[in-house]
C-alpha cells in the first residue's frame, strides 16, 4: 500500500499565485486533515473531513479551501499566496475520527516569495 | 499558548543511553498520541495510549491521566533514533493538539 501520497514534494510560488497541494490515501480512510508547520510551533490543523463531501475549518483556515469529493482524495487550495503561507504541510488520514493511528503523508514544502 | 509542554526541548544523548522525552498537557483527553519526524520530514506515528503503557522494541511510551503527563522513553538508544519525536493530545470531537517536538540526537 502507497499509504497517504502527496505532492508535490517542494513548491516555490510567486505571492498571489494559486496552486493546489494533492493529497491521496489508498486505506479507505473516512478521516483526512491538512496541517502546517512552522519553525517554533507545533503542527497545526489547517482543515480537516470526516468523509466524501464533508469538510470543516480547524486552528489556521484562513487562506485555504479544501473539497472532498471522493474517499481517496482531499486537495487543500491556497487562493492566493501570501509570504505568511510559507509552510511545510502534511496531509494525514486515519480509519476514524477518534481514538485511531494517524498516517502522513511526506510533506510537501512550500515556500511563497 | 500550545497546550501541549514537551521537555527538553533538545537532547543529546550517547549511543546505548536510557531516554526519557516528557509530555504535558492541559485538558481531559481521549488519547495521547507520540509521533517521530525524521530528518527528511516524513512522521511517522509511535504511540496512541489513553492509559497505561505501551511498549514497541526499544520504545516504552507511559501515561498518568491524573497528573496529565505522558512519558517516552528509549532504550539502548543508537544514533538511527536522532529525529525529532512529537507529542500531541487528542481531545474529544478528535482535535490533535500538538507539542513543539524534542529535537534528539545520538552519537556514536
Known amino acids: 500500500n502507497a499509504g497517504v501520497t502527496q505532492t508535490p514534494k517542494f513548491q516555490v510560488l510567486k505571492t498571489g499565485q494559486s496552486m493546489t497541494l494533492q493529497c491521496a490515501q489508498d486505506m479507505n480512510h473516512e478521516y483526512m486533515s491538512w496541517y502546517r508547520q512552522d519553525p517554533g510551533m507545533g503542527l497545526r490543523l489547517i482543515h480537516y473531513s470526516v468523509g466524501a463531501g464533508i469538510t470543516d475549518q480547524g486552528e489556521v483556515p484562513n487562506g485555504y479551501n479544501v473539497s472532498r469529493s471522493t474517499t481517496e482524495d482531499f486537495p487543500l487550495r491556497l487562493l492566493s499566496a501570501a509570504p505568511s503561507q510559507t509552510s511545510v504541510y502534511f496531509c494525514?488520514?486515519?480509519?476514524?475520527?477518534?481514538?485511531?493511528?494517524?498516517?502522513f503523508g511526506q510533506g510537501t514544502r512550500l515556500t511563497v516569495v | 499558548k500550545n497546550e501541549v509542554e514537551q521537555s527538553p526541548q533538545n537532547l543529546t544523548a550517547q549511543e546505548g543511553e536510557f531516554i526519557t522525552i516528557n509530555c504535558s498537557y492541559s485538558v481531559g483527553i481521549s488519547a495521547l498520541h507520540w509521533l517521530q519526524q525524521h530528518p527528511g520530514g516524513g512522521i511517522v506515528s509511535l504511540f496512541m495510549?489513553?492509559?497505561g503503557k505501551k511498549k514497541h522494541g526499544r520504545l516504552i511510551a507511559t501515561i498518568n491521566i491524573q497528573e496529565k503527563h505522558s512519558s517516552l522513553h528509549i532504550t539502548a538508544s543508537h544514533p538511527r533514533d536522532s529525529a525529532v519525536y512529537i507529542c500531541?493530545?487528542?481531545?474529544?470531537?478528535?482535535?490533535?493538539?500538538f507539542g513543539e517536538g524534542t529535537q534528539l540526537t545520538v552519537n556514536p
Open positions: 500531541a493530545e487528542e481531545t474529544s470531537g478528535s482535535r490533535l493538539t
Open positions: 495510549l489513553s492509559s
Open positions: 494525514a488520514s486515519s480509519r476514524s475520527r477518534v481514538n485511531t493511528e494517524a498516517f
